[in-house]
């Protein structure tokens, strides 16, 4: 690719006119005879060009190798903070518009924890179909780097599991079902109360034990709780359990607001209040077809 080349690339990118990007210190031919590769810029010329497409001259006027290393260093910077600040659909977008399809380890590191960040916050948030999309994204993104992701795949892996549950359709087109089956991963609140109530179900005790007595207090653990109570027959307490979480502000619309209104309808059907029971039953559809709306 040829300076000019390169030039009407790099407007075109920022939406820019020949007339936007030669200002006042070229005229527009000039640029025009320049882009067509007619004529190659003076120096002074370059610099004034690559000020106003905001990249380092050296980019412009680099042999083509060289290239990703002069669009990186101008990215870099603003990515980086993006990152650190959390601003991930941010850092993403800065990305996409100044490194394109290119990338080294670095780039496919970050491009893989915005995309699982990105993600986790559809599913908190109740977008399940955008959250799966996210978590295969993230996945085939950190296929493209040496950097250490193992765990982006395992709590992907512990997510998609979970999404099975809720909707065939909620799958993962880049992980095998028997590493979705075996994956554990504690280093996420919520994959940790995966694993915990699989224990509940299976019986082993002493893990939901372990796992209370660390997050005891969040929405999650108090549902366990309940759930722990119902298991055990005691159905009551498990009902008013139920409702307290049910009033609590922490609980958001989602995942586990479905979870409780199932807990709900199962208790009130043991109690023979079959009418809340149908309530509980229909809000519970109701929210189901919600979580999996398209975005």
Request: charged share 30%; net charge negative; with cysteine.
């Amino acid at each position: 690719m040829n300076v000019g080349e390169k030039i009407r690339n790099l407007r075109l990118e920022k939406l820019m006119t020949q007339a936007d990007l030669a200002g006042d210190q070229i005229t527009r031919n000039m640029l025009c005879t320049i882009e067509r590769g007619a004529a190659l810029p003076s120096l002074p010329t370059a610099r004034y060009i690559a000020s106003r497409l905001n990249v380092p001259v050296g980019y412009l006027l680099a042999e083509e190798g060289d290239e990703f290393a002069y669009r990186k260093m101008a990215a870099m910077p603003n990515v980086r903070h993006a990152l650190t600040s959390g601003d991930y659909a941010g850092c993403l977008s800065m990305l996409n518009a100044n490194m394109g399809d290119l990338f080294d380890d670095e780039i496919a590191l970050i491009r893989a924890e915005c995309e699982y960040r990105m993600a986790k916050d559809s599913f908190d948030n109740g977008r399940l179909r955008a959250a799966a999309t996210g978590f295969d994204r993230a996945i085939a993104a950190a296929k493209n780097t040496v950097y250490d992701t193992g765990w982006i795949r395992t709590r992907s892996a512990v997510y998609f599991r979970y999404l099975s549950l809720l909707s065939p359709t909620l799958a993962s087109d880049m992980l095998e079902e028997g590493e979705i089956e075996s994956a554990k991963s504690v280093g996420d609140e919520f994959c940790a109360y995966v694993l915990a109530k699989e224990a509940l179900d299976e019986g082993r005790r002493g893990e939901l034990a372990s796992y209370l007595s660390r997050y005891g207090g969040t929405v999650y653990a108090e549902r366990l709780s309940a759930l722990e109570l119902m298991h055990d027959g005691k159905i009551k307490e498990a009902t008013e359990a139920l409702e307290r979480l049910l009033s609590s502000d922490a609980l958001t619309v989602g995942v586990l607001m479905y979870e409780i209104f199932g807990d709900m309808e199962q208790c009130c059907r043991s109690g023979d209040d079959y009418k809340r029971a149908y309530e509980f039953s229909s809000s519970r559809i109701g929210l189901l077809e919600r979580l999996l709306e398209e975005v």
